[in-house]
Every structure is written in structure tokens, then in C-alpha cells.
């Protein structure tokens, strides 16, 4: 709803007059309204302009990873054909990891840092294939001590669907993510897997 107000110009002749309120000329129309402001972009400490992160809208990073032995172990995702890393964390809290296993079972789950053929920031080469460590809260308590980001040992996945999991916070900004995967069903599996940023 848009609603105008009047209020005399302060150099307008009536004014000069004396006269507090006239009807005729020397009138500024004031607009006043509610008007929605959408901010998609911020500069940052070194003026750079940045645009607003926002979470993966589709699944990204697929990997198809075919007749994995019990006891093997893949590392997803890969480099993207450009060369680029598809799991930069930079602006993203949480992570979704979905798996689609052939053979249902057990897998063993560890985020990791990924491969030295790509640069943590302006650093190479890294620590490649390292389980990330860090400090973090748990039940709203501090850690003093480094200890490890995400690694689940024994979580049973049922075959031939997507088994999406959630983590939250804990990989945060990690700019170059990798997961290490191991079979652990018990028999020859084909694992897909695929990935989703959360602001």
C-alpha cells in the first residue's frame, strides 16, 4: 500500500509567508511505503564483491564406483573434468552424503582430506587422504584437544536405494573434502555415490 504525504517545501513562498499550510504549489509529495530489500551480494574485508552462498538446489559431485571388493574402500568424490575440487565447503555449514550400495551391509564412513593434486586454499602440497581433525562442540561443550571431524565405522545401508545422511556443522568451510568409503558388507558391492551443500 503506498500512501502520500504532503508537507510544505522549506523555500517554498508560502512559508516565507508565514503560513504553516497551503493548498496550491510549493508541495513536495512524499511516498511512504513498505518496500522489500533483497541483499544477494556483500563486499567483503578486502572490497571484494562476494555473492550470498545458497545450498546445492540438485545432488552434485556423482561417482559410480563399480565392483568394490568386502574390506575395499573408494574416495569420493573425484576431480570435476575442469580440474576443479566439487567439494569446497567455503560458505556451507552441513553436508547431505547419499550412497546407493548393489549389496546391502555395513560401510565405514571418514571425511578426509582430499587429494595433493589439488591446493587447501593457496597450500600444496596437503596431507592427502588424512582423516580431518579439528576443534568443535558437542552437547554444547568445547573440545581442548583435536579429535577427529566425521568417521563411522559400522552403518548399515540397505541395497539398490539412495542412503542419505546428514551432517551438521561439524565439516564447515573444509575447502577441499573427500570421503573414504569401505566396503564392508561382506560381498561385492557397486557404490554410487552423491553429495549436497546446506547453507
Known amino acids: 500500500m503506498v500512501r502520500n504525504r504532503k508537507g510544505l517545501a522549506p523555500w517554498s513562498l508560502a512559508r516565507e509567508a508565514g503560513i504553516e499550510s497551503a493548498t496550491v504549489d510549493g508541495t513536495i509529495e512524499i511516498p511512504q511505503y513498505v518496500q522489500p530489500v533483497l541483499y544477494t551480494v556483500f563486499v567483503d574485508e578486502k572490497v571484494d564483491w562476494k555473492g ?7 545432488f552434485i559431485a556423482f561417482g559410480t564406483f563399480p565392483a ?3 574390506g575395499g574402500t573408494i574416495l569420493t568424490p573425484g576431480v570435476n573434468p ?5 567439494l569446497d565447503m567455503t560458505g556451507y555449514s552441513n553436508i547431505l552424503i547419499a550412497i546407493k550400495p548393489s549389496n546391502g551391509g555395513n560401510v565405514a564412513l571418514k ?11 593457496n597450500l600444496n602440497p596437503v596431507d592427502a587422504a588424512v582423516v580431518l581433525k579439528g576443534i568443535f562442540q558437542q552437547d554444547g561443550v568445547a573440545s581442548t584437544t583435536l579429535g577427529t571431524l566425521f ?3 559400522a552403518e548399515s545401508l540397505t541395497a539398490d536405494v539412495w542412503n542419505i545422511f546428514w551432517i551438521q556443522g561439524r565439516l564447515a568451510d573444509q575447502k577441499l573434502l573427500q570421503f573414504s568409503v ?6 561385492i558391492s557397486t557404490i554410487e555415490t552423491a553429495f549436497m551443500r546446506i547453507v
Open 111 to 121: 571425511a578426509i582430506m582430499g587429494p595433493d593434486s589439488n591446493s587447501f586454499a
Open 68 to 70: 568394490i571388493a568386502n
Open 151 to 153: 568417521q563411522d565405522n
Open 182 to 187: 569401505t566396503n564392508n558388507s561382506g560381498d
Open 82 to 86: 575442469d580440474g576443479t575440487w566439487p
Open 52 to 58: 550470498a552462498k545458497s545450498s546445492d538446489k540438485d
